[in-house]
T-cell receptor, first 113, second 113 residues
Framework: RKEVEQDPGPFNVPEGATVAFNCTYSNSASQSFFWYRQDCRKEPKLLMS???SGNEDGRFTAQLNRASQYISLLIRDSKLSDSATYLCVVKGDSGAGSYQLTFGKGTKLSVIP | SQTIHQWPATLVQPVGSPLSLECTVE??????LYWYRQAAGRGLQLLFYSVGIGQISSEVPQNLSASRPQDRQFILSSKKLLLSDSGFYLCAFWGLSSYNEQFFGPGTRLTVL
């Protein structure tokens, strides 16, 4: 079983649409959860952390369900600039005095004019 | 401010040739450093991490090795490249504020022919 699984995508949506990404993780001991954004041929960058109570940052809303080991990201009123690949990321203890991130394969979003 | 540099940005190498990729970090001391590879159509795979000078942990058996000769320098090497070593190589470190965001370098795009 893959450690972090995401919708395969790609998602092609018109401007202004609402789009939702889902993610599941296999390690119940995972400590923290994130969504990263990766533009084409660029490095990933943190979009937002995901908290159990749910959190919102402008048009972006993230949810976490620890019991189901499920994470989601909702983007409202999609903009052309939202086009990118969205990576679901889970943090765990490396057991060697550090932490490790495990990345999903990512879901590509294309927002169409 | 914290910055991370990688070079070269792009590299085309023949099968069987050696490899050396360099990563340096500024604005932080004793960082935990990471090497990832992102192959076409695949997610980020953690290759190595280092919690200090001379300390290397390997995540997957492979054709590559890593070294940390200085506190803020992390090197990825190979004696003989394989076709399967092609990919986008990313170096990363944890931000100063907490273990809640990894910052990535701009990456090296390696093509092995």
């Amino acid at each position: 079983r893959k450690e972090v699984e995401q919708d395969p995508g790609p998602f092609n949506v018109p401007e202004g649409a609402t789009v939702a990404f889902n993610c599941t993780y296999s390690n119940s001991a995972s400590q923290s959860f994130f969504w990263y954004r990766q533009d084409c041929r660029k490095e990933p960058k943190l979009l937002m952390s995901v908290y159990s109570s749910g959190n919102e940052d402008g048009r972006f809303t993230a949810q976490l369900n620890r019991a189901s080991q499920y994470i989601s990201l909702l983007i409202r009123d999609s903009k052309l600039s939202d086009s990118a690949t969205y990576l679901c990321v889970v943090k765990g203890d490396s057991g060697a005095g550090s932490y490790q991130l495990t990345f999903g394969k990512g879901t590509k979003l294309s927002v169409i004019p | 401010s914290q910055t991370i540099h990688q070079w070269p940005a792009t590299l085309v190498q023949p099968v069987g040739s050696p490899l050396s990729l360099e990563c340096t970090v500024e604005g932080t001391s004793n960082p935990n450093l990471y090497w990832y590879r992102q192959a076409a159509g695949r997610g980020l795979q953690l290759l190595f991490y280092s919690v200090g000078i001379g300390q290397i942990s390997s995540e997957v058996p492979q054709n590559l090795s890593a070294s940390r000769p200085q506190d803020r320098q992390f090197i990825l090497s190979s004696k003989k490249l394989l076709l399967s070593d092609s990919g986008f190589y990313l170096c990363a470190f944890w931000g100063l504020s907490s273990y809640n965001e990894q910052f990535f370098g701009p990456g090296t795009r390696l093509t092995v022919l």
